[in-house]
């Protein structure tokens, strides 16, 4: 049974960073692509990055560069570093897991994804 278990969020003021961590198990983890997925109060989940298989990486629009995925295959374990967080990044980020191999238009739709975690809280204050 696949388990993804996220930390790492937490209440921050505006400019502040964070890394959020996701432990996968009971998988084979290079077999998967590992996303994350974010979901404000009252709106529907929006992408925010993948790695893929191959370590390729996609993200979402509203990144403008400040948020980094990772992967360490050895600990099974993605990664994902935001920085210059703003109020407007308030929301439960959650990953999720895939075999599927394709482009970010497929990795970025959350019916891919057949695996999540429950999800952890970050709060921007301003």
């Known amino acids: 049974q696949v388990q993804l278990v996220e930390s790492g969020g937490g209440l921050v003021q505006t400019g502040d960073s964070l890394r959020l961590s996701c432990a996968a198990s009971g998988l084979t983890f290079s077999n998967y692509a590992m996303a994350w997925f974010r979901q404000a109060r009252g709106k529907v989940p929006q992408f925010v990055a993948v790695?893929?298989?191959?370590?390729?990486?996609y993200y979402g629009d509203f990144m403008r560069g400040r948020f980094t995925i990772s992967r360490d295959t050895a600990k099974n374990t993605v990664y994902l570093q935001m920085n210059n967080l703003e109020p407007e990044d308030t929301a439960v980020y959650s990953c999720?897991?895939?075999?599927?191999?394709?482009?970010?238009?497929?990795?970025?739709?959350?019916?891919?994804?057949?695996?999540w975690g429950q999800g952890t809280q970050v709060t921007v204050s301003s």
């Open positions: 999720a897991a895939t075999t599927t191999r394709a482009g970010v238009a497929v990795y970025a739709q959350t019916r891919y994804y057949r695996s």
């Open positions: 790695v893929t298989q191959d370590g390729i990486t």
